[in-house]
């Protein structure tokens, strides 16, 4: 019996380490005298998209996210709003959720930043992630298990997007997705302060290194980091990205 009990004691112990290692890494830095927040999470880690609940209606908030999850026996380790979406809170552009469409790939220009071409596709898969533009998404007709739209690119394939300006006096609090080279991390960036697109890439590129890079939003960007004491609130959002592990 007692060998038993330090059986489960150390097996206990194990799964606890697991959980904290794989766990996403928060933290906070700052570039150029902007202060950023970030965290990154491995690939084989359970990242998903979330839009509606059990019943159909859209989730919205982390708190509601928490209690979906939470229902089933999973916990919240890390979110960010993940797409733009219209008043309805229905994605603008492409989204797919557990290999499911709920949205359509839009390619053409548009007004807003969505419509700023070229705009991309964040991808989530078992293996990896990645962050394509649209019409190669299109043309290569790759298919995830998680994916959503929005624009601009902040990197393409180590270069900004050209209609970046370093002179820009557009400021706003930004959040976006970065994927490592070898597709193994995925990086979600938000400012703690308004910057410009241009300085947004730029620390996608040359801080983080993340040769492709997207934005996710703006004026709405919300983060939930526990490990940095942040649930931010506000109005309802549309697709939330998050990493979920079972409760401890």
């Known amino acids: 019996m007692q060998a038993e009990r330090l059986l489960v004691g150390i097996l206990t112990l194990w799964m606890a380490m697991v959980s904290a290692v794989s ?10 005298g902007t202060g950023f927040s970030v ?10 998209l979330f839009l509606h609940d059990d019943r159909g209606g859209i989730i919205g908030s982390f708190a509601r996210l928490e209690e979906t999850l939470a229902a089933e026996g999973l916990e919240l380790v890390f ?11 229905r994605p603008v552009g492409l989204y797919v959720e557990d290999g499911e469409r709920e949205a359509s790939l839009v390619t053409r220009a548009g007004p807003g930043n969505f419509g700023m071409l070229p705009n991309g596709v964040f991808c989530i898969d078992p293996e990896g992630f990645a962050v394509v533009e649209s019409t190669e998404y299109r043309d290569t007709g790759r298919a995830c298990r998680y ?37 193994q991390h995925a990086v979600f960036v938000i400012s703690r302060g308004t910057v410009t697109f241009h300085r947004f890439a730029r620390f996608f590129r040359d801080v983080l290194q993340t040769p492709d890079a997207l934005y996710l939003d703006g004026s709405i960007s919300r983060l939930f980091a526990p490990e940095l004491g942040r649930a931010d609130w506000g109005f309802p959002m549309g697709p939330i990205v998050g990493l979920v592990h079972p409760r401890g």
């Open 39 to 48: 965290c990154t999470v491995s690939a084989g880690e359970d990242l998903r």
């Open 79 to 89: 979110a960010m709003n993940a797409g733009m979406y219209h008043p309805d809170r």
């Open 23 to 32: 766990a996403a890494t928060c933290r906070d830095t700052e570039f150029e």
């Open 147 to 183: 994916a959503t739209q929005s624009g601009p690119m902040l990197v393409i394939d180590g270069t900004l997007h050209p209609r970046f300006l370093p002179d820009s006096t557009s400021l706003q609090i930004r959040n976006g997705v970065g994927v490592s080279g070898d597709g």
